[in-house]
């Protein structure tokens, strides 16, 4: 294989940090016991090659036992209980908390599995000096690839998704998502990733700090790479290391995928100005209009694209009550 600058770069500056790799799993649990016992018995295996790690399980209230579950496992990971249900990113930067600032962070969805060895070649990518995120190949349940890298969002994206659906934009190189299969083949920087399952190195969380607790659930993960990036370091893809992902529910539960809409506007807007929001959010409403036939998901979406936009606290609150 044809090794690419930042490799050869990277690869020259490696030297004696190959000793020193420190890792910690993180696993943020919401009502997950059901997904959550096979993604731990996956662990031992998962985790091979690396010799220095723990596992840090933090719930967000869950009421099906899910913290329980957690600690009696045979791989005794620490339980944080977080006493109501903060959202993911404050869950991450509870275990980022007591978790040495010289460990790199392996945050994983709880519905996911790890194949033998996949945490390996995630830590031997972060070891070069450029690399702020390493990301794996996901796979679905039926054994092929889940499309989970991304490029920025931008009024492109959004229109190109809204009159030609997300599959085709993708492979046409228009849309958010990146849906060429050859992409998938070889190790290489992204924009971002989706965060089911993202290690970040040590020097990037020292110089990025924490997660923006602001987005409560979706888009947190494309502010944090954005500030990854902003702050100099790449997000890579790395092949070698292999996930399955059994799934969520953003696509079939309507308060998720309003929610998730909502955060893609509120991103959006952080950087760009009025008028640039105002077309990409119409490009988001267009979208789901087009779609409102198919389902209570897309009729959610387009109210939450039409609608005033809330922090995604008082969005839950309101959806709640």
């Given at each position: 294989?044809?090794?690419?600058?930042?490799?050869?770069?990277?690869?020259?500056?490696?030297?004696?940090?190959?000793?020193?790799?420190?890792?910690?799993?993180?696993?943020?649990?919401?009502?997950?016991?059901?997904?959550?016992?096979?993604?731990?018995?996956?662990?031992?295996?998962?985790?091979?090659?690396?010799?220095?790690?723990?596992?840090?399980?933090?719930?967000?209230?869950?009421?099906?036992?899910?913290?329980?579950?957690?600690?009696?496992?045979?791989?005794?990971?620490?339980?944080?209980?977080?006493?109501?249900?903060?959202?993911?990113?404050?869950?991450?930067?509870?275990?980022?908390?007591?978790?040495?600032?010289?460990?790199?962070?392996?945050?994983?969805?709880?519905?996911?599995?790890?194949?033998?060895?996949?945490?390996?070649?995630?830590?031997?990518?972060?070891?070069?000096?450029?690399?702020?995120?390493?990301?794996?190949?996901?796979?679905?349940?039926?054994?092929t690839t889940d499309p989970t890298l991304r490029r920025e969002p931008s009024m492109l994206t959004a229109w190109a998704e809204a009159?030609?659906?997300?599959?085709?934009?993708?492979?046409?190189?228009?849309?958010?998502?990146?849906?060429?299969?050859?992409?998938?083949?070889?190790?290489?920087?992204?924009?971002?990733?989706?965060?089911?399952?993202?290690?970040?190195?040590?020097?990037?969380?020292?110089?990025?700090?924490?997660?923006?607790?602001?987005?409560?659930?979706?888009?947190?993960?494309?502010?944090?790479?954005?500030?990854?990036?902003?702050?100099?370091?790449?997000?890579?893809?790395?092949?070698?290391?292999?996930?399955?992902?059994?799934?969520?529910?953003?696509?079939?539960?309507?308060?998720?995928?309003?929610?998730?809409?909502?955060?893609?506007?509120?991103?959006?807007?952080?950087?760009?100005?009025?008028?640039?929001?105002?077309?990409?959010?119409?490009?988001?409403?267009?979208?789901?209009?087009?779609?409102?036939?198919?389902?209570?998901?897309?009729?959610?979406?387009?109210?939450?694209?039409?609608?005033?936009?809330?922090?995604?606290?008082?969005?839950?609150?309101?959806?709640?009550?």
């Amino acid at each position: 294989m044809t090794e690419t600058l930042w490799e050869r770069r990277n690869r020259q500056r490696q030297g004696s940090d190959q000793a020193g790799c420190r890792l910690a799993v993180v696993i943020v649990t919401f009502n997950s016991a059901r997904v959550l016992p096979p993604l731990l018995d996956s662990l031992p295996a998962g985790m091979n090659g690396v010799d220095d790690f723990e596992v840090v399980v933090v719930d967000n209230d869950s009421r099906d036992g899910s913290a329980e579950l957690a600690a009696d496992h045979p791989i005794r990971p620490k339980v944080v209980r977080m006493g109501r249900n903060a959202g993911y990113a404050a869950a991450i930067n509870a275990a980022a908390s007591i978790v040495d600032a010289d460990r790199d962070l392996l945050v994983l969805n709880p519905d996911l599995r790890l194949y033998p060895g996949a945490a390996q070649p995630l830590v031997e990518c972060a070891l070069m000096p450029s690399v702020g995120i390493a990301v794996p190949r996901n796979f679905r349940e039926d054994g092929t690839t889940d499309p989970t890298l991304r490029r920025e969002p931008s009024m492109l994206t959004a229109w190109a998704e809204a009159v030609l659906g997300g599959s085709l934009a993708g492979r046409l190189g228009w849309g958010e998502i990146i849906d060429e299969p050859q992409r998938y083949d070889c190790r290489g920087s992204v924009e971002w990733a989706t965060g089911s399952a993202l290690l970040v190195s040590a020097r990037a969380r020292r110089m990025v700090g924490e997660w923006d607790e602001s987005f409560f659930l979706y888009s947190e993960e494309v502010d944090y790479q954005r500030r990854v990036r902003e702050a100099g370091f790449d997000i890579v893809y790395e092949p070698r290391a292999q996930v399955m992902h059994a799934g969520g529910e953003s696509g079939t539960n309507p308060r998720l995928f309003a929610l998730m809409t909502a955060n893609r506007i509120r991103y959006f807007r952080r950087h760009h100005g009025l008028m640039e929001t105002a077309l990409f959010r119409l490009g988001i409403a267009f979208g789901q209009a087009a779609r409102a036939w198919r389902g209570a998901t897309h009729r959610a979406g387009l109210r939450c694209a039409l609608a005033p936009l809330r922090s995604a606290q008082e969005f839950m609150t309101r959806q709640s009550g």
